[in-house]
């Protein structure tokens, strides 16, 4: 009878995990697909590293 409530912290804290990085997501991929808008842009930029880089398997550092 234990285990039930670290089971039911652990669904929880599942839960909430998946409900943080599906906000991400969205969030993410909303302003990257409004990018012509300067504050979208702004804040499409705001999620990513100031240092990523792409590579693309046909022509490298993109």
Known sequence: MAALPQQARAA????S???TVSKLD???????N??????????HASY???NLEFYHD?????
């Open 34 to 43: 409004h990018c012509s808008s300067p504050a979208q842009l702004k804040k």
């Open 58 to 62: 046909k022509g490298g550092v993109t």
């Open 12 to 15: 929880a804290a599942k839960q």
């Open 17 to 19: 995990l998946y409900a």
């Open 26 to 32: 969205a969030g993410l991929f909303d302003s990257f």
């Open 48 to 50: 990513l590293a100031p």
